[in-house]
């Protein structure tokens, strides 16, 4: 008995030794990975990277420990078995409840690994909009832009509206009466957008044109003006093509 | 016992070189295929051909891989079975977690094979319009008129509104005072119709004409007019056609 | 050992034979009762025939195919079940995820056996209408009037409203003041609805006549006429009539 | 081992005739039941019995087969465990997507046999309204007013709203100004009550009445108006009531 | 092998009687419980004691009908396990198909347990109104004051408004000009709320009275006046008190 | 076999004997725990404990039934698993029907525990308020201001709203016309303060005072007016205050 | 026989040992780790540590226990299996049951954890605001403006709007008419500007300025003003801006 019982201490020795060297040899292969990707001519986002690796040596690690420690009881002969048919069914019931938070967790690797967005984009998540601050494993950060901090889980993410990654368009809908002759008006339009390119000649990327009319009924027709700008420049634009609007068309 | 392990590792040995045969046997044969389907005299969608085949290039590949460790694994005696038993519950629970990603990648797989939309098509999805910029395995992204980039998961699709397949219709609805008398509207409109046809003879299909009266109560009524166009040109017609009847109809 | 190989193999090849004169077999019964069908008296659609006769094909020969592997499989003692057991756990997942795939294609079929919208009609499904264009085992395709097309999952089609099937009617609601008599808005409608008669004589099942006063407070009240058409055409009557009971009741 | 062939033949022969045995008895049995019951004094609704005779004859019918079936292939060794448990997979991820399908025809099947509506029935389903013409085991067909048909899928069907079986209520609600005496009113709506009672003598189950006051600020106040009236009679009551009410009311 | 069978055959035999004995013994034993339950001093809701007996009845008949069954099948060591195995998808599918059906009936038989709603109670569930005709095990049957009868699945039901149980509240608001004095407003309230204690003298538990102002602006204030009456008697008092209020305020 | 059943029997004995031992044991510690609750210092509320302990030993008390039975049929070779294995589909679809039962009552049990509401707290639960009534095991009721009562299954109720355990606030919007200063009006506003705060000086806990102006545009403003008082008597206060400023403000 | 138990029952002690002395150590290194967290530089949350603590403890407490249970019942054969079996259908169902329960307790560990908001903080969660009172391992305690409690499980939070982390902005648009000049207006907000800087000395950041107009038509234009404050102050902000604003633009 003493003859089984050192030799299946040797085994859970050796088991032990495999698994701390096979940790050692994963570990440092990750180290290596990330190196190069770092030093690599077209870099990686690099916050991206340390995730990646971070991750994946937890993931290593735990699943080592794990197999080790089973195969080990396996060898005491304790009934594990046993012991995890009992804890099932509490742990489908866990199971099930932490759905949400595996969901999260999954959700947020393929944020940080897709590039759909990083921070300091603005976003529109499922009707809230604001700049991303911070992106978590759980969670992703928006900061409106009255200053309060939207917390929103990334498994319950689903269309995502990006507004910094292409040219924007300034969008000005103008209420006209249908006194107001349409002629008379485009002239008028001509100068506000001549001096609206000059004020904003960095951002605007097409001049303002109108795009022309996009309702109508017997007393007021609505005309629309399009200026494509650089990325999220269009709010700039759009409120100081109101002001001279007004200026021009309403005032006198 | 030499013996015995010596028969356990040739075992293996012939596992691993099966395998490894079928993977080179099954990247020619995909890759022969892709080369005649690319050749072929109606070829499909050169992009269509290249996801296909790289997606079953890995399907087949990781499933050898997974098939040779498992036979040898059990060869050796391994006792994968409690191992998986173990793991079983909590990968339970990470299956339910990643339901929406297979979800995706499934939906994303069809989108692609099936041809509902194209890169460069104007849809809308799920209330969000734009033109479709990527069709990814995970995601489809879609360029809004205003700038910003939706990126929705392709499980999240459910019905698809495709604008850019068939010819459109330009539909512009007057509201009109009762005061104002049929025949005289309608003899006004056909100089506008005219006007229209001569200025888009090329995107106009079927030329415009007044389709009736859609809606009357005692102080107005609405008449609609419809022109078939070319795909997506519909919205040009419009706004042309609306400034022509303001000049027309309203401003003397 | 020799011996037993053979054994096996001969009992595969015996397999493999049986398996594939059912396949034959089962090919022609369904050919045979496809001309059958295809000549009978009251013939059946014939494209929901070729649907129908192709997916039987397809799910025996996979049947036959997948029942012969595993046979053979299990007499050379691959361990399926274990291979089984591991990739079980991914299946489900795939499973879970592959829902809305199956569920798309069982409502497909039903769609197209049990005859409840063809090809031509004009349906509403889940408030988009427009005329069918395409039943497919995935998708339905509609096109809408405006020229786009809506391509609907089959399995996320709820309540179907198809108005191709049964006479339509023509509802046509009149806001009066009441201050307007509604003796001498009857006379007056009355030989709109003569003229309408005459004009739609084709169209027209039961001729339009005033079904009653639906609304009212102390400023307006609201008559409905109705007339029975063929079905969808009560739009262009719905349409004609508007425009005479604006002439005859607001103009003068 | 020829002898232990022929046992199992015999057995499986023994097998298949018990089978058709139980078949043609439960067959019998079940022409017997449908028999009495249409001949019973109070009979049935005819087709409730064809329905649920058809239906029991085909469970009976497949329930039968299936377990021949599977006791012979069991006498012959044949490894059905192994196939079901590789079927296994695939028939769970069908049995999810076919859910909606079974769910269909268990409410359907409750539909015909508690009586809940009945073909000609008016309904309300689901904000869907229209005549019952069809209740089959799957779907259930309604025809709106307007001549289009919903064809909705029992499973979806929550509550329903049935207009036939009970008496109706026409209701009619007059907005008055604050200026008009309530008692002069009341004295006119007498009048129009005893034209409106001789009118409708066989619809009308409880004479027209002033229920009273349900709304009122000091612009105007709304009184209602209830006449009880055979089931469905009470649209035309309503629609005579307000054109009487306008022309004693408003129009002098 | 007689013996063996005769042996079999008598153990079945045995299993029956004690099976019948039992049936008949626990059906006894319900006859008495409901004997008692009816003559007890407090009766129990009459209709409650036989819906629930009943119940218990078939519970009780179809689970020893069941398990003798089985235990017989299994005495004659015919496979039930595999037929199980076999049928077990299929069943699965169905159970879930039948779930809705199994949460009617159980939400069906704590709705007559529990008392929280009875045949003729005034009640709202999910926003539809009516008295209750009828409570089944499946469904409920609530008429409308229209005269429509809602059918409502027992499982589908979230919370429950019953309006029969306690005294109800006549609530009547009254917009005034803030022109309107309050002092002199209230003064010719105080005779309304004289005149309609007389009228309403079996119905009204507390004496209407003035609760105060529940909402202002500079243009208009709301009023609101409170009685409360027996169950059900607030809306005949609500409409006679809007009536003396208009007569009193705002005629003359 | 006298022998083995003699053996079998007296095990049986031994263990009712045990069982119910345990049975009264547990009973006894229970009644102790009761009362040792009730005479503490602070006591818990009386009916939290009279719950909890029922619970409890109904718990105890099946759990000891259930496991003794189990016992004495394995005892006699009873087949338990195949019964439990045949009786399982049907358990498993009726414990999916039962879920919402089995989900309320856990609900309610937390809700019993951990003191968010108490029977006369004024609560607001998914846009139902009132007053509460009676907290059961399965239900909550509360009692509308109306009189009518709801009744909400303890499994659906999400967030909840109390408003009777902290103080209230009593919040005034006046709308005012931009004509109107605003140094006169919040001058005639501190007269109405003075006032208030005598009358509802035991109710009031901070003095009314104006906060500040909550929204503007060129016609009129709206001055908010906020009261701290004791628990729902922000009510009253509101009321009076209105009364007051129309009084103040604008009768004059 | 006695040798067999004797055995066994030194087996048992043995386990009981080994389990408390596990227990006594593992709750001396979490005291010692509470001690180190508590003392050292940048100190946790206070309650966060408690918290945790005595959720590690009572994890282990139970786990230890449950494992020696197990291991002693099997040690004396008592068949654990066959009751779990049975009991196992009961516990998926109760399972199912409290999901929710133990969705709340999982997510209320992160909301503990992860510090996204803190006790005091001013949020907004699914459209009830309020400041954070309480926050509980099932449910999460915020105080309303108006003094009502919402009672939130922590389970069916989803995003979270802070508004207490950063500086908070306020925001106010001013409705004009497109006859007021523009220029005039905003000398006239200079003025504003200016006494509201002084008056806020402490709680502006970035000082008030005009970010421009933000909506036009022919009728009124609005402006909108921003001022960056500390955060939560901006209401206090806004309240005073439009008082200033009426007093200067509208009332004289």
New interface residues.
Partial sequence: MLLKYSGKIIYSIIILAVGFVLLKFSNKMLEKWKNREKSSVIPFNQKRIDTLAALFKSIVKYSIY??MI?LIL?NFNV?????????????????????????D???GL?LII?D??SVGDYV?I?G?SGIVKEMGI??IKI???????????N??I??????S?????A?VD?????????DEVSQKLKEVFEEIEKEFEDDIVTPPQI????????I??TLRIVT?TK?LK?W?V???M??K???KL??N
């Fill in positions: 794990f197999i089973v396996e009934s594990i078995k046993t012991i995890l048919a009992v804890a099932g069914i509490g742990g489908l019931a866990i199971g099930f409840g932490a759905q949400s938070l595996i969901r967790v999954i959700a393929f897709e759909q967005l529109t499922d809230r759980k969670t900061q409106d832009y009255n200053g309060s901090v939207h917390i929103i889980p498994g319950s689903g269309a995502i509206t990006n507004w990654r292409h040219n924007s368009k969008i103008v209420k006209l009466n249908t006194k107001m002759s349409y795009l022309g009319i996009v309702d109508t009924n017997w007021e027709y494509e990325p269009h700039d759009e409120r100081e109101r002001k609007i007004i200026e309403f005032l």
